[in-house]
């Protein structure tokens, strides 16, 4: 039996995403800053339904509560076939293994239903439980990207993973 669901973001996800959100402010800082209002959610929502862009809620099986939120951006088709992919938790669901299994279940829907080849996920170097996860999901590291992005008012490094299909 699977412990998560993974479905597409929809507009009747809002409320319930805020509220997890929020509540999680502090435990998704500071590697990650998701929107914590309508407006934030609205402007996510609107780029998860470019065709460059998909968005996967997962959802603990049992009681329906939100586990994570996976999202594959930049997808890019005809010889590459590839996209980033980024993602945060809940810490209500911390240490039990459901994000291993929601990303897991999020590659293959991209393996699969999106027909792509190739995931990039961008890691700060300190974030540790990231780089766990990304690990035991089997992605490789292939490289080290030194002030790579923008965030929290610097430019931060990031360690290049990645899985392919095969």
């Known amino acids: ?34 929107f914590v209002d309508m407006a934030g959610f609205e402007a996510w929502f609107t780029c998860t339904q470019s065709d460059n862009h998909a968005s996967l809620i997962a959802r603990e099986s049992a009681n329906g509560g939100i586990v994570g939120v996976i999202n594959f951006s930049e997808i890019v088709r005809g010889v590459f076939q590839s996209a980033y992919t980024g993602f945060y938790g809940m810490s209500a669901y911390a240490g ?29 170097p300190e974030n540790a439980r990231s780089i766990a996860l990304v690990q035991r999901v089997g992605f490789r590291k292939e490289g080290y990207s030194p002030r790579y992005l923008f965030l929290d008012g610097a430019w931060r490094d990031h360690e290049r993973w990645a899985i392919t299909r095969d």
């Open 1 to 34: 039996m699977t412990n998560i669901r993974i479905t597409r973001v929809q507009a009747s996800d809002a409320a319930e995403l805020i509220a997890a959100n929020l509540a999680n402010k502090a435990y998704h800082t500071p590697w990650t800053e998701p």
């Open 96 to 124: 039990r293994g459901l994000m291993t299994e929601a990303l897991k279940a999020a590659a293959q829907y991209a393996f699969t239903d999106l027909d792509l080849h190739r995931l990039e996920a961008n890691i700060r």
